[in-house]
Structure formats: C-alpha cells, structure tokens
C-alpha cells in the first residue's frame, strides 16, 4: 500500500490550479443515465473515485470515453469525457461496486426513472458515521416507486413511471437532493422538492439537466420546482472547481507561512470558509483567475466555527482546519453537525502533538508551538489531507499510511504541492 512521506517547515509559494469538484462530476457522470445521447463533461478531475464510478457505469451499459490530450494542453486542466447511454443493459448496482463509493448509490433513481426498476446495494464509502438512506427511498417513494430492502439491495420498482409530487426532506442532503432531481426531471407532472440542498455541486447538477432539456425553477435555493419531461438528450458541460480542494489548499499554505495562487478556484462557492480563514489572520484575495493565499510573519488566531449545510462552513474542511487550528495562538472550537463519528483525525494529529479534547460533538483546539513529524494513519477521505496538512507544518518525517483514501478525492496533491516548494513524495510498495 502507498504511503506519503513529508519533511515539515517549508513554506509553500507558487500556483496551485484547481481541479474540477469531486462531488460534481460524480453525480453529473450518473446523470448520463438519464438519455441515450452523449453527454460530454470537461474538467473532470483524476480520481480513483472517477475511475471506479466509470466502471460501475460501464457495467449498466454506459460507453465512457476519456477524450485525449490536445495540442497545448496542460496536465493540469481537466480530462473530458463523453458518456453515452444508448441502452441500459444492466439495471443492478452490486454490493462489490457500490461498497466502495458511496456515491454510486445515487444510479438508484436515474436506473428507476428510465427503466421502471433498479436493484441497488446498500451503500458504502467513507466511515463517516451510520450515513442512512432513508431520504432516498421516501423521496422516490413520494414520487410513487414501490421500494424494498432484500439481501442488503434495495429494490425499486415503477413499471409505469414515476409521478410528480411534493417532497419534503426532513434533513438537508446533498445525495437525496441529488436523487430527487434526477427523479423529478423524467417523472410525470411537477414535483416541488423542499428543503433542498443547496451546495454547489446541487446547483451544478441542476444546470446541467437543464442543459439536457430538464425543466427546473429554483437553482440555488432550497425549494426546487422540477416540471417533469418526457426525455432528455445530450449536452456539454464543464465541471466546477472543486472548493474543497480550493479550502484544503488554502489551509495548507496558511499553516506553513506561505503564499500561494489557487488558479482557477472560484471564492464565490467558499465564502464561510475563506472568512473564516481572514478572521484567523490569513491574507485572501479573491480574483478573477483565482484566490491568492498568503500569511506572511504574523500568526494564526483561533476561530469557533460549527460545519452546516451551504452557505456555512462544510463538513468536507471540518478535518483540514483543525489541522490548521493546532498552530494557532489560542484555543479553538470546531463543532461538527453534519456527521456523528468524523472525528478520527484527531488521535492522528494527536500524534504529531497536536492538544484537542473531544467534547462531544465538539473538538476543542489548544494552539501549540509545534508539531513534530510521525507515523500516521489515513482513515477517510478528508481526515488524511488533514494529515498531510499537518505534516507540511511539522517539524521532520512525517509517514501517512493507507493514502488510498486520499487518491479518491484529490488530484495529484505530492505533485501539486511539491511544485509549490514542500518536501513531500509518494513511497510505493
Ligand atoms: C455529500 C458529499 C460529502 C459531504 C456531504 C455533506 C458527495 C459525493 N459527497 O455526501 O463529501 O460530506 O454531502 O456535505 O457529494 N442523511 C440521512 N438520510 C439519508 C441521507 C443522508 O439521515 O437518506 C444524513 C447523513 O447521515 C448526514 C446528513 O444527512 O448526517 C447529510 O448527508 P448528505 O448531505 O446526504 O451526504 P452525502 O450526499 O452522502
């Protein structure tokens, strides 16, 4: 299994480019499911998570196809790929796929809305909490699909289509947000679905339905009106820059004294966020082109901050400003709300000396002088980039183990971070 292996202390300085959002091109890469004519994604970013997603696409019968490099193309911009779903084959998700992302759960209600019936494996992904699905089902249940649970797979069932209706989510989700979109768009009538989520990635999905000739009101809010239509067809679309790669970043340079230029980030889809940062006492310029990082001489204040849905602070930082927050002059306090159980940074960073009581659902930062470089474990998407970003600020070797985790949501980061002047590099066994 790879590790990564960083010396600590240098400080960061240079460009950063920004990869396309994660969290968009999957969910816009399932959407293909939705027509049998091409649709074509640019700035898809190089993940494990889209690499595994293409194959649980290829296994229902979706051609996938990665456009090759043109002329003057840098490795930094994003791969285009077409998807074209001419003839769905296979209307079963298995268990072997679906465990290991979570988010190709969300094939359940295109499968459903197009072919009257879909038998999906209970999801997996990050161990992230309990992470139900409950608002899933009710939601296509609401929309009058037939739903049940045999063998660890959910089986759905519409033979005659799916119907608008009001559905009302009792907890904001992005996944059910996601999956009553790609419902409503294909079922019969007007749906209104309330209590939307309203992340980016949500805003990037619904546009590029609309783009496919999906008829939706609301973009950006958190009530959705969705007229349904009886097809949709091919389109082109560009993927958002990813803001939790933009954050991470950001933070990265912000613990290490640095300054950077995060090319290509859009601060629009991160204000909590980077005002958090600016409280703290990091400098941010926001720019056309992208958001200069930098925090030159003076030190990091403490902040208090609870994650909530979009606008506020995201869950997916929660992990990589703790990290932060462990250099700060002061105590801090992060309470996460979003998922019970992903705290398990913490015992990690505690490792490299970091002070952070757990108090709940409460981590309680106390600023140290110093880290100092260990051995270190990866547990989840998010929680080893905080490792990483500790790391950069520790004093010698740090070694973060099973980085796998790490290779399914950020796109080349020892390369992208060695370019800007840290000592980091991958040790593959
Ligand atoms: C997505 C993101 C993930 C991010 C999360 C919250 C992707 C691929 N993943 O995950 O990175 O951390 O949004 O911003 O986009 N819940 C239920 N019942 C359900 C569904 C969710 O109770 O049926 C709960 C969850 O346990 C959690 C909360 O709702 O407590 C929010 O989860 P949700 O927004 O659905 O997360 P995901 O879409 O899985």
Redesign the pocket.
């Known amino acids: 299994m790879d590790r990564i292996r960083i010396i600590g202390g240098e400080r960061l300085k240079g460009i950063i480019p920004i990869s396309g959002a994660k969290?968009s091109a999957?969910p816009l890469m399932i959407a293909s499911l939705l027509t049998r004519q091409t649709l074509t994604l640019k700035n898809v970013p190089r993940l494990a998570d889209v690499t595994l997603l293409s194959r649980i696409l290829g296994n229902h019968g979706v051609d996938v196809t990665v456009v090759g490099k043109k002329a003057g193309q840098r490795t930094s911009d994003g791969q285009t790929f077409r998807l074209t779903a001419a003839e769905i084959v296979d209307t079963t998700a298995p268990y072997e796929m679906v465990a290991r992302m979570?988010?190709s759960f969300w094939v359940l209600a295109p499968l459903l809305v197009r072919c009257g019936q879909a038998k999906v494996s209970l999801p997996g992904g990050c161990a992230i909490?309990?992470?139900?699905?409950?608002?899933?089902l009710s939601t296509l249940q609401a929309l009058g699909a037939e739903i049940e649970l045999e063998g660890g797979y959910v089986i759905a069932r519409a033979p005659s289509g799916l119907t608008g209706a009001k559905i009302t989510l009792e907890?904001?989700?992005?996944?059910?947000t996601h999956n009553a979109l790609m419902a409503a768009t294909l079922a019969r009538g007007e749906s209104l679905i309330e209590n939307a989520?309203r992340?980016p990635?949500v805003m990037d999905l619904a546009t590029c339905l609309v783009e496919m000739g999906a008829k939706i009101d609301g973009i950006g809010s958190s009530t959705l009106h969705v007229q349904g239509v009886d097809e949709l067809h091919g389109a082109e679309h560009t993927v958002l820059p990813d803001r939790i790669e933009t954050g991470t970043y950001a933070m990265a340079a912000a613990i290490t004294g640095g300054e950077v230029f995060l090319e290509g980030a859009r601060g629009d889809l991160l204000q909590e966020a980077l005002e958090l940062l600016r409280r703290s006492g990091v400098e941010i310029e926001e720019t056309a082109t992208g958001i200069k990082v930098a925090r030159n001489g003076h030190g990091l204040g403490p902040v208090e901050v609870n994650t909530a849905?979009f606008p506020g602070f995201?869950?997916?930082l929660q992990a990589q400003l703790i990290a932060l927050m462990c250099m700060a002059e002061g105590t801090s306090t992060v309470r996460e709300t979003?998922?019970e159980n992903r705290f398990m940074h913490v015992q990690e960073l505690a490792r490299l000396g970091a002070r952070i009581d757990l108090k709940g659902d409460t981590a309680v930062v106390t600023g140290v002088n110093g880290l100092t470089g260990a051995q270190v474990m990866a547990t989840d998407l998010r929680a080893s980039v905080s490792l990483i970003i500790a790391g950069l600020a520790a004093q010698g070797e740090t070694v973060i183990g099973r980085v796998y985790h790490l290779d399914r949501g950020f796109e080349r980061i020892e390369e992208k971070l060695s370019q800007c002047g840290a000592q980091i590099e991958r040790l593959s066994s």
Do not use: M, Q, W, Y
């Open positions: 969290n999957l979570r988010a909490g309990t992470r139900p699905v409950d608002l899933h907890k904001v989700s992005v996944g059910a989520a992340e990635e849905p995201p869950t997916d979003i998922f």
